[in-house]
């Protein structure tokens, strides 16, 4: 790992580390969604293998009609689930950083290369 003085402060040292991208606020609606959709998955492989059983007795359309409403409702949350953990997931991503320890100033890491030569 390569360190180097920071310019901003002169006093600390600037290393590669991983922050969020988002805000605090941004991160915690992140996990709120990843764990959401974790039991929205969790409700809608519950409710798609409970409508498996076979139709019996009298109203056997009935019951058919309830089961493909059943299988359709759990399709129905499965994708909005995995949609809302595709969202939390982006909002809890980290990215790779220069930072320094004393001042906290952040460079993009891809500007590593370039701060390094102009030392």
């Not at 360190?3 to 915690?28: D, E, F, H, P």
């Not at 359309?61 to 309830?66: G, H, M």
């Not at 890491?109 to 390094?116: F, P, Q």
Request: charged share 15%; proline share 2%; with cysteine.
């Amino acid at each position: 790992m390569n360190t180097t003085i920071c310019k901003m402060c002169n006093k600390g040292t600037i290393a590669n580390t991983k922050v969020y991208r988002m805000s605090t606020v941004g991160v915690v609606i992140g996990y709120i969604f990843l764990g959401l959709s974790l039991l929205g998955l969790l409700l809608a492989l519950i409710s798609f293998v409970g409508s498996l059983k076979p139709a019996q007795g009298n109203f056997q359309a009935v019951q058919e009609f309830q089961r493909d409403m059943a299988r359709l409702g759990a399709l129905f949350i499965g994708f909005v689930s995995f949609v809302g953990g595709g969202v939390g997931w982006l909002l809890i991503r980290k990215k790779s950083v220069l930072k320094c320890n004393q001042c906290g100033v952040e460079v993009p890491a891809s500007l590593s290369r370039v701060h390094d030569e102009s030392t």
